[in-house]
């Protein structure tokens, strides 16, 4: 298991997450990739459909789907007296997702059929690279069907911009029509046919035949790999609690959310080991988490019954942190934020409060967070969103309502939220894997009854 030094070398934490990320350009990519960490740290893998046989000591994960993962550790402070600790995050990113007629004839091109999966940022999707990767189900010759996961890696499609020349009024007034401007148009991987190429089963290696193919879920996302940018500009920080990593930032796809789940699995993995410690990772948070997979299904429920922790002794000395992205302050757009609350890309990790519940920080839960991080001696901002702003959400309200844990909901701020390109602060990262653990540690959340 990772020492405290390798934790907090916080060059391998960061390009561990940029590996991380690059291989994890899909839900069941990210879910594999939690599960690879989670093998190599000695967690064993359970089945739903199995017994379970759980003893003192014991590291586990389950996952539903291919994409969630539900990742647990139990420590020696009995869960009843302590309660237990769980970061939640969420494993899927807005996307173009491919329909089941998968592609079309349009004006001599080949083009993908797509929907639009969560809110993207749309007009970021032109003139990139596209590569495509997910899953699909191939029956073979002896009428059995199994799964053959893909990752095209290099580019198949490109959505072009229509021209300056040919649209005037492009800066200002263009609009996109998510039915008939998106459509990625296909490069010389495709062929003619209307579904699947056999190219994609090629790309995986696997032997079957397009023709075989009987599901899949592709999603298109950006090739170029996520970047650690080092900053010139000095950004002066008065309390001086910086870390080795001033002024460098991550640019990466999908930094909302896999940034929180990879930091969450650091630190479930290096906790102490005396609290008992969950790791949730659900998929479908970015069209509303109602799935049987989703945070507002029952996999999260379900699993805390198996290992009987749904007593209400347990449930109300527990506590999670929902972990996700923070909109950090744009300075070229800085009146869409409330005047008084504006984080700041490398200040510190965010506590997110809407009173409407939005958000499931509370004052109490607030407090907690804030005390350790007092502890720790990093910095700590908070996002309240403006009264005329539609406030975001995470899956931090649905598990305190739907299991009756408190629960805060933290993140690190970045910039571009849902855009195929987003950026956030190599400090607040490092802070946040700090925050992470010592939440998993932390003695006592409960601070009133
Ligand atoms: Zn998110």
């Not at 958000?359 to 990093?378: F, M």
């Not at 849902?418 to 607040?428: K, Q, T, V």
Request: proline letters at 4%; one cysteine or more; aromatic letters at 8%.
């Amino acid at each position: 298991m990772a020492g405290l030094t390798q934790l907090f070398d916080a060059s391998q934490y960061l390009n561990g997450m940029l590996e991380f990320i690059k291989n994890s350009p899909t839900p069941y990519h990210a879910s594999h990739s939690l599960c690879t960490i989670l093998d190599e740290q000695g967690f064993r893998r359970l089945s739903e459909t199995e017994e379970w046989y759980l003893q003192e000591g014991d590291q586990c994960y389950v996952t539903r789907n291919g994409t969630s993962v539900i990742a647990f550790r139990f420590g020696s402070n009995s869960k009843v007296t302590h309660g237990m600790r769980l970061v939640g995050a969420h494993l899927d990113s807005p996307c173009l997702k491919l329909n089941p007629k998968a592609n079309f004839e349009k004006h001599g091109y080949r083009v993908a059929n797509v929907e639009v999966y969560g809110s993207s940022l749309l007009r970021t999707w032109f003139d990139r690279d596209l590569a495509i990767a997910g899953r699909i189900f191939v029956r073979d010759a002896d009428g059995s069907i199994r799964k053959v996961m893909i990752d095209s890696k290099v580019p198949v499609a490109v959505i072009p911009s229509i021209a300056i020349h040919l649209e005037r009024q492009a800066n200002k007034l263009q609009e996109i029509d998510s039915q008939v401007h998106i459509n990625p148009v296909l490069l010389n991987h495709w062929g003619d046919g209307e579904t699947l190429p056999q190219q994609l089963l090629d790309f995986a290696g696997d032997q079957a035949e397009a023709e075989d193919i009987l599901g899949f879920d592709l999603r298109f996302y950006d090739s170029n790999p996520p970047n650690l940018i080092e900053s010139e500009i000095e950004i002066s920080n008065s309390d001086n609690l910086t870390s080795d990593c001033s002024n460098q930032y991550i640019s990466s796809a999908r930094i909302d959310n896999l940034l929180s789940c990879y930091t969450g699995v650091q630190a479930l993995t290096n906790a102490s080991g005396d609290n008992f410690c969950m790791l949730v990772a659900s998929d479908h948070e970015e069209v509303g988490s109602v799935s049987d997979s989703g945070a507002q299904g029952r996999f999260l429920l379900q699993v805390l019954e198996r290992i009987g922790a749904l007593d209400p002794r347990v449930i109300r000395n527990s506590a999670m942190l929902s972990a996700d992205g923070a909109h950090g302050l744009h300075p070229n757009y800085p009146e869409k934020h409330d005047e008084q609350h504006r984080p700041v890309l490398n200040r510190g990790p965010v506590i997110k409060v809407n009173s409407n519940q939005r958000y499931a920080t509370s004052d109490e839960t607030e407090a907690v967070i804030r005390g350790l991080c007092t502890d720790l001696k990093i910095p700590v901002q908070v996002f309240v969103s403006r009264n005329d702003q539609p406030c975001g959400t995470t899956i931090g309200p649905l598990v305190a309502s739907e299991i009756g844990i408190k629960t805060v909901d933290v993140g690190v701020a970045q910039f571009a939220m849902h855009s195929i390109r987003e950026l956030a602060g190599c400090d607040d990262a490092v802070y946040f894997l700090k925050l992470l653990k010592a939440f998993y540690d932390s003695d006592s959340v409960s601070l009133v009854d």
